[in-house]
């Protein structure tokens, strides 16, 4: 469990200052400026987190401070995260969530109430864990019902996605040839297996696409169905990873790749397929023909995109 530095750390979260505007009481109701599978993701994640920091046992007065800095600095962020997700920074969701401690005066010291002890005192603070973590369950639930940025609408339908995904994988083979030249014979990663190939373009992929989703199902066909690589979700995108080999040349390889094709047409909201083929040991001999053949796969709502690297 690590927050030392989160709050350091949230400028990522917030949007830009242009995209905000000021709350008035026309305007409706607040609008979302983050896609929302990838903000439930992230709420998911700080619920997690929210867990963590209540199971962890409290038995002493420095243990005591130091938990409740580190539920201090989660829910601040978790604030933050909320309040950045919406066009405007004063909005209902914000004010729900806010943390409201109860200040009770026998705890304080007034009144002719008993003290309270150590171990009712830190039965309190797992108490404000537990309040802020309801409230953000109940944020996450939330999430979907909420109305999106017409500006949001419009990032996640960029035309240039599959031309800035191809020219990753148009250098694939380049970037995998240079990770083998380490400064002093460091350890690297050397290209062995289609495992390798995943790993390194998922790290590729972060360049340009910020929702990237790792082995998901596609829909089953005949009782069987067939792994996803990646799955760029926002943009409808998926991504097909293959490794020749001496026991996957051209014609086993396109005997899977139209058996995956049928099946990848019925996975939900998706446009379109890019098929990456690194060919590191030459093993397709007839490039072009392949990649022709499998792009007369497309239909009207669905793309095939072959890439051959090295070409």
């Known amino acids: 469990m690590e927050l030392t530095g989160e709050l350091k750390n949230l400028s990522i979260y917030l949007p830009k200052l242009s995209t905000m505007r000021t709350k008035k009481n026309d305007d409706g109701p607040p609008l979302l400026v983050r896609d929302k599978q990838e903000l439930k993701d992230q709420i998911q994640k700080r619920i997690k987190l929210g867990e963590e920091i209540l199971a962890v046992p409290v038995t002493n007065n420095q243990e005591r401070a130091q938990a409740w800095a580190e539920f201090r600095a989660w829910d601040n962020l978790n604030h933050e995260i909320i309040i950045s997700a919406f066009d405007v920074r004063q909005h209902p969701h914000s004010y729900q969530y806010e943390y409201k401690p109860n200040f009770d005066l026998a705890y304080l010291g007034y009144g002719n109430r008993k003290q309270k002890n150590f171990e009712e ?40 996605s599959i031309k800035d995904l191809k020219k990753i994988l148009n250098r694939f083979h380049k970037v995998a040839q240079k990770l083998r030249e380490r400064h002093d014979e460091r350890e690297t990663i050397i290209i ?4 390798d190939v995943q790993d390194l373009l998922y790290g590729l992929l972060q360049i340009d696409f910020d929702d990237v989703r790792s082995e998901d199902y596609s829909p089953s066909s005949g009782g069987a169905n067939s792994r996803i690589d990646f799955v760029l979700k926002l943009l409808g995108i998926l991504l097909e990873v293959k490794m020749t080999s001496e026991k996957l040349t051209d014609k086993k390889l396109s005997e899977e790749l139209y058996i995956d094709i049928a099946r990848y047409k019925e996975y939900p ?6 098929i990456f083929i690194y060919d590191k040991g ?10 022709r053949d499998l792009e007369k796969q497309s239909t009207a709502n669905f793309k095939v995109t072959v890439v ?3 070409h």
């Open 121 to 160: 005192i830190v039965e309190d603070e797992k108490n404000a864990v537990r309040q802020q973590l309801k409230k953000l369950e109940l944020f996450h639930e939330k999430i979907d019902l909420q109305h999106s940025a017409p500006a949001l609408a419009k990032s996640v339908t960029a035309p240039d």
């Open 192 to 195: 062995k297996d289609e495992y």
């Open 269 to 274: 909201n998706v446009k379109d397929l890019v």
């Open 282 to 291: 030459d093993y397709v001999r007839n490039k072009a023909g392949l990649i």
């Open 308 to 310: 051959v690297n090295p």
